[in-house]
Protein backbone atom coordinates (compact mmCIF):
# COMPACT_ATOMS: atom_id res chain seq x y z
CA UNK A 1 0.00 0.00 0.00
CA UNK A 2 1.12 3.64 -0.57
CA UNK A 3 -0.60 6.69 -0.03
CA UNK A 4 -0.58 9.65 -2.76
CA UNK A 5 -0.33 12.84 -0.44
CA UNK A 6 -2.31 15.58 -0.59
CA UNK A 7 -0.61 18.09 1.68
CA UNK A 8 3.18 17.09 1.31
CA UNK A 9 5.63 19.05 3.28
CA UNK A 10 7.98 20.04 5.95
CA UNK A 11 6.05 18.96 9.34
CA UNK A 12 7.79 20.54 12.58
CA UNK A 13 6.40 18.29 14.16
CA UNK A 14 8.62 15.53 13.75
CA UNK A 15 11.85 17.45 12.83
CA UNK A 16 13.21 17.68 16.79
CA UNK A 17 14.00 14.29 16.37
CA UNK A 18 14.25 13.47 12.64
CA UNK A 19 17.73 15.09 11.61
CA UNK A 20 17.42 14.06 7.96
CA UNK A 21 14.73 16.79 7.18
CA UNK A 22 15.57 19.75 5.55
CA UNK A 23 13.78 22.64 5.47
CA UNK A 24 15.38 24.28 2.36
CA UNK A 25 13.28 23.24 -0.50
CA UNK A 26 10.34 23.53 -2.86
CA UNK A 27 7.49 25.77 -1.74
CA UNK A 28 3.88 24.18 0.18
CA UNK A 29 2.10 23.85 -2.88
CA UNK A 30 4.83 22.77 -5.96
CA UNK A 31 6.34 20.94 -2.74
CA UNK A 32 3.10 18.74 -2.47
CA UNK A 33 3.09 18.34 -6.12
CA UNK A 34 6.57 17.00 -7.01
CA UNK A 35 5.75 14.64 -4.14
CA UNK A 36 2.74 13.08 -5.75
CA UNK A 37 5.09 12.89 -8.60
CA UNK A 38 7.49 11.18 -7.26
CA UNK A 39 4.84 8.65 -5.26
CA UNK A 40 3.04 7.61 -8.79
CA UNK A 41 6.49 7.18 -10.61
CA UNK A 42 7.24 4.47 -7.91
CA UNK A 43 4.01 2.95 -7.92
CA UNK A 44 4.29 2.91 -11.90
CA UNK A 45 8.23 1.52 -11.58
CA UNK A 46 6.31 -1.31 -9.06
CA UNK A 47 3.63 -2.34 -11.19
CA UNK A 48 6.04 -2.88 -14.62
CA UNK A 49 7.29 -5.64 -12.67
CA UNK A 50 4.11 -6.94 -11.90
CA UNK A 51 3.97 -5.90 -7.95
CA UNK A 52 0.46 -5.33 -7.13
CA UNK A 53 -0.33 -1.80 -5.92
CA UNK A 54 -3.04 -0.67 -3.65
CA UNK A 55 -2.92 3.74 -3.98
CA UNK A 56 -4.80 5.11 -1.56
CA UNK A 57 -5.47 8.71 -1.55
CA UNK A 58 -4.87 11.32 0.89
CA UNK A 59 -7.65 13.42 2.27
CA UNK A 60 -6.80 17.58 1.85
CA UNK A 61 -8.37 18.06 5.57
CA UNK A 62 -6.98 17.58 7.90
CA UNK A 63 -3.63 18.29 6.58
CA UNK A 64 -1.08 15.27 6.98
CA UNK A 65 2.47 16.48 5.55
CA UNK A 66 3.25 12.84 6.43
CA UNK A 67 1.13 10.36 5.03
CA UNK A 68 2.97 8.99 2.28
CA UNK A 69 4.75 7.03 5.08
CA UNK A 70 1.81 4.88 5.56
CA UNK A 71 4.83 2.50 7.11
CA UNK A 72 4.42 3.55 10.18
CA UNK A 73 1.00 3.68 11.67
CA UNK A 74 -0.28 0.65 10.02
CA UNK A 75 1.59 -3.27 9.09
CA UNK A 76 -0.73 -5.91 7.22
CA UNK A 77 0.94 -9.91 8.19
CA UNK A 78 0.56 -12.68 6.88
CA UNK A 79 -1.87 -14.38 8.94
CA UNK A 80 -4.38 -11.72 8.58
CA UNK A 81 -2.92 -9.71 11.43
CA UNK A 82 -3.55 -5.71 11.23
CA UNK A 83 -1.12 -3.82 13.57
CA UNK A 84 -1.99 0.49 14.16
CA UNK A 85 0.77 1.61 15.89
CA UNK A 86 0.76 4.81 18.48
CA UNK A 87 2.64 7.47 16.70
CA UNK A 88 4.57 10.50 18.25
CA UNK A 89 3.16 13.49 16.51
CA UNK A 90 -0.22 14.64 16.82
CA UNK A 91 -0.95 15.37 13.06
CA UNK A 92 0.72 12.07 11.88
CA UNK A 93 -1.92 10.17 14.12
CA UNK A 94 -4.34 11.84 11.46
CA UNK A 95 -2.90 9.91 8.81
CA UNK A 96 -4.45 6.18 10.34
CA UNK A 97 -8.27 5.65 8.76
CA UNK A 98 -10.30 2.76 8.76
CA UNK A 99 -11.06 3.27 5.23
CA UNK A 100 -7.35 2.64 4.02
CA UNK A 101 -7.49 -0.85 5.54
CA UNK A 102 -10.79 -1.45 4.04
CA UNK A 103 -9.32 -0.19 0.54
CA UNK A 104 -6.24 -2.76 0.38
CA UNK A 105 -8.70 -5.75 1.42
CA UNK A 106 -10.44 -4.74 -1.65
CA UNK A 107 -7.65 -3.79 -4.17
CA UNK A 108 -5.54 -6.64 -2.85
CA UNK A 109 -7.49 -9.29 -1.45
CA UNK A 110 -6.35 -9.32 2.31
CA UNK A 111 -8.24 -10.83 4.53
CA UNK A 112 -8.17 -9.10 7.73
CA UNK A 113 -8.24 -11.79 10.73
CA UNK A 114 -7.63 -9.96 13.70
CA UNK A 115 -6.38 -5.97 14.38
CA UNK A 116 -3.94 -5.49 17.47
CA UNK A 117 -4.68 -1.60 18.10
CA UNK A 118 -1.11 -0.16 20.02
CA UNK A 119 -2.78 3.47 19.92
CA UNK A 120 -3.68 3.57 23.40
CA UNK A 121 -0.26 3.69 24.22
CA UNK A 122 -0.17 7.53 22.54
CA UNK A 123 -1.72 8.77 26.21
CA UNK A 124 1.23 7.58 28.20
CA UNK A 125 3.93 9.00 25.63
CA UNK A 126 5.08 5.93 24.72
CA UNK A 127 5.61 5.01 20.58
CA UNK A 128 6.22 3.04 18.18
CA UNK A 129 6.04 3.40 14.61
CA UNK A 130 5.73 0.79 12.37
CA UNK A 131 8.28 -1.06 10.33
CA UNK A 132 10.22 2.63 10.44
CA UNK A 133 10.75 1.45 14.31
CA UNK A 134 11.50 -2.10 13.38
CA UNK A 135 13.16 -3.84 10.91
CA UNK A 136 11.83 -7.35 10.91
CA UNK A 137 13.80 -10.70 9.80
CA UNK A 138 11.04 -12.41 9.35
CA UNK A 139 12.66 -16.05 9.00
CA UNK A 140 14.38 -15.92 11.89
CA UNK A 141 11.11 -13.95 14.05
CA UNK A 142 13.64 -11.33 15.34
CA UNK A 143 12.30 -7.71 15.51
CA UNK A 144 15.53 -5.59 15.84
CA UNK A 145 14.49 -1.80 16.67
CA UNK A 146 16.69 1.23 18.20
CA UNK A 147 16.04 3.04 21.16
CA UNK A 148 14.55 6.60 19.95
CA UNK A 149 11.82 8.98 21.23
CA UNK A 150 9.56 7.31 18.86
CA UNK A 151 10.16 3.34 19.70
CA UNK A 152 10.03 2.60 23.55
CA UNK A 153 11.20 -0.82 24.73
CA UNK A 154 7.45 -1.17 26.52
CA UNK A 155 5.57 -1.23 23.24
CA UNK A 156 8.53 -3.19 21.56
CA UNK A 157 7.68 -6.07 24.18
CA UNK A 158 4.10 -5.95 23.57
CA UNK A 159 4.17 -6.10 20.00
CA UNK A 160 7.00 -9.09 20.11
CA UNK A 161 4.63 -11.26 22.35
CA UNK A 162 1.42 -11.07 20.17
CA UNK A 163 3.57 -11.37 16.73
CA UNK A 164 5.97 -14.22 18.04
CA UNK A 165 9.11 -12.28 17.43
CA UNK A 166 12.20 -12.29 19.64
CA UNK A 167 13.20 -8.10 20.55
CA UNK A 168 16.33 -6.66 19.90
CA UNK A 169 17.04 -3.89 21.14
CA UNK A 170 20.42 -1.60 20.51
CA UNK A 171 21.26 2.24 20.54
CA UNK A 172 22.29 3.98 17.15
CA UNK A 173 23.34 7.44 16.89
CA UNK A 174 24.19 10.28 14.05
CA UNK A 175 27.30 11.78 13.95
CA UNK A 176 26.41 13.97 16.37
CA UNK A 177 25.32 11.92 19.04
CA UNK A 178 21.88 12.17 18.47
CA UNK A 179 19.67 9.07 18.69
CA UNK A 180 18.73 7.79 14.68
CA UNK A 181 14.67 8.20 14.92
CA UNK A 182 14.02 4.79 12.95
CA UNK A 183 15.59 1.77 12.73
CA UNK A 184 15.00 1.76 9.27
CA UNK A 185 17.48 4.73 8.19
CA UNK A 186 20.69 2.12 9.60
CA UNK A 187 19.30 -1.34 8.88
CA UNK A 188 17.74 -3.50 6.05
CA UNK A 189 17.35 -7.24 5.61
CA UNK A 190 16.80 -9.04 2.46
CA UNK A 191 16.17 -12.96 1.66
CA UNK A 192 19.71 -13.16 1.46
CA UNK A 193 21.77 -9.52 2.37
CA UNK A 194 21.65 -7.23 5.07
CA UNK A 195 22.61 -3.53 4.99
CA UNK A 196 23.67 -1.78 8.40
CA UNK A 197 24.83 1.19 9.71
CA UNK A 198 27.49 -0.58 12.23
CA UNK A 199 29.22 3.29 12.35
CA UNK A 200 26.10 4.24 13.64
CA UNK A 201 25.72 1.14 15.78
CA UNK A 202 26.70 2.26 19.93
CA UNK A 203 30.16 0.13 20.48
CA UNK A 204 28.40 -1.62 23.68
CA UNK A 205 25.95 -3.31 21.23
CA UNK A 206 27.78 -3.65 17.34
CA UNK A 207 28.72 -6.76 18.68
CA UNK A 208 25.76 -8.33 19.43
CA UNK A 209 24.25 -7.24 16.78
CA UNK A 210 26.70 -7.90 13.68
CA UNK A 211 27.02 -11.53 15.21
CA UNK A 212 23.04 -12.04 15.51
CA UNK A 213 23.12 -10.58 11.48
CA UNK A 214 25.75 -12.95 10.34
CA UNK A 215 24.03 -15.43 12.15
CA UNK A 216 21.11 -15.57 9.87
CA UNK A 217 22.93 -16.91 7.35
CA UNK A 218 23.18 -13.36 5.04
CA UNK A 219 25.78 -11.52 3.33
CA UNK A 220 26.24 -8.51 6.08
CA UNK A 221 26.86 -5.25 4.37
CA UNK A 222 28.10 -2.44 6.56
CA UNK A 223 27.83 0.89 5.63
CA UNK A 224 28.99 4.24 7.44
CA UNK A 225 27.31 7.76 8.31
CA UNK A 226 27.61 9.36 5.06
CA UNK A 227 25.56 6.48 3.39
CA UNK A 228 23.46 6.32 6.10
CA UNK A 229 22.45 9.70 5.67
CA UNK A 230 21.65 9.18 1.84
CA UNK A 231 18.81 6.23 2.99
CA UNK A 232 21.48 3.94 1.76
CA UNK A 233 19.80 1.51 4.28
CA UNK A 234 16.65 2.46 3.77
CA UNK A 235 15.46 0.16 1.06
CA UNK A 236 12.96 -2.82 0.66
CA UNK A 237 12.81 -6.23 -0.80
CA UNK A 238 9.48 -7.64 -2.29
CA UNK A 239 8.29 -10.03 -4.44
CA UNK A 240 6.90 -10.93 -8.01
CA UNK A 241 6.36 -13.50 -10.55
CA UNK A 242 6.52 -13.86 -14.01
CA UNK A 243 6.74 -16.69 -16.66
CA UNK A 244 10.22 -16.03 -17.72
CA UNK A 245 11.67 -16.04 -13.96
CA UNK A 246 8.59 -17.61 -11.81
CA UNK A 247 9.22 -16.16 -8.48
CA UNK A 248 11.43 -12.95 -8.17
CA UNK A 249 12.72 -11.00 -5.75
CA UNK A 250 12.78 -6.86 -6.55
CA UNK A 251 14.70 -4.81 -4.36
CA UNK A 252 13.02 -1.20 -4.53
CA UNK A 253 15.44 1.65 -3.29
CA UNK A 254 15.98 5.55 -3.94
CA UNK A 255 18.10 6.91 -6.73
CA UNK A 256 19.84 8.90 -3.77
CA UNK A 257 20.37 5.43 -2.41
CA UNK A 258 21.63 3.63 -4.88
CA UNK A 259 24.61 6.72 -5.13
CA UNK A 260 25.19 6.39 -2.09
CA UNK A 261 25.82 2.94 -2.07
CA UNK A 262 28.93 3.12 -4.21
CA UNK A 263 29.45 0.34 -6.45
CA UNK A 264 31.13 -2.14 -4.31
CA UNK A 265 28.24 -2.12 -1.85
CA UNK A 266 25.58 -2.03 -4.79
CA UNK A 267 27.36 -4.97 -6.29
CA UNK A 268 27.33 -7.31 -3.43
CA UNK A 269 23.36 -5.78 -2.47
CA UNK A 270 22.02 -6.71 -5.45
CA UNK A 271 23.72 -10.19 -6.78
CA UNK A 272 21.49 -11.39 -4.08
CA UNK A 273 18.24 -10.07 -5.95
CA UNK A 274 16.51 -10.64 -9.03
CA UNK A 275 15.35 -7.29 -10.23
CA UNK A 276 16.62 -3.61 -8.87
CA UNK A 277 14.18 -0.56 -8.82
CA UNK A 278 16.07 2.84 -8.20
CA UNK A 279 13.60 5.32 -8.23
CA UNK A 280 14.14 9.60 -7.65
CA UNK A 281 12.57 10.76 -4.78
CA UNK A 282 14.41 13.62 -4.27
CA UNK A 283 11.27 15.85 -2.61
CA UNK A 284 9.96 13.21 0.04
CA UNK A 285 13.76 12.67 1.12
CA UNK A 286 14.70 16.11 1.87
CA UNK A 287 11.42 17.52 3.32
CA UNK A 288 10.02 14.54 4.73
CA UNK A 289 13.69 12.64 6.17
CA UNK A 290 12.33 9.18 4.69
CA UNK A 291 12.86 7.41 1.52
CA UNK A 292 11.63 4.56 -0.46
CA UNK A 293 11.46 2.21 1.99
CA UNK A 294 9.41 4.71 4.64
CA UNK A 295 6.68 4.78 1.69
CA UNK A 296 5.83 1.48 1.34
CA UNK A 297 3.43 -0.61 3.76
CA UNK A 298 3.97 -4.33 2.42
CA UNK A 299 1.08 -6.80 2.42
CA UNK A 300 1.89 -9.96 2.76
Given at each position: ?52 VCVAED ?98 QEWCRA ?74 ELATWD ?58
Amino acid sequence: MVVRPAAFGYNPQTAPSNRFMRTAGPAAGSAAELARAELDSLVQSLRSEGIGVCVAEDTIEPAKPDAVFPNNWVSFHPDGTVVLYPMQAQNRRLERRAELIEQVSRDLGYSVRRTLDLTAHERDGRFLEGTGSLVLDHVQRVAYACRSPRTDPQVLQEWCRALEYEPLLFDALDRGGVPLYHTNVVLSITTRTVVVGSEAIAAADRGQILQRLGASGREVIEIGHAEIEGFAANVLELATWDEALGDATVLVMSSGARRALGERAFTRLTSGSDIVLAVPVPTIEQLGGGSVRCMLAEVF
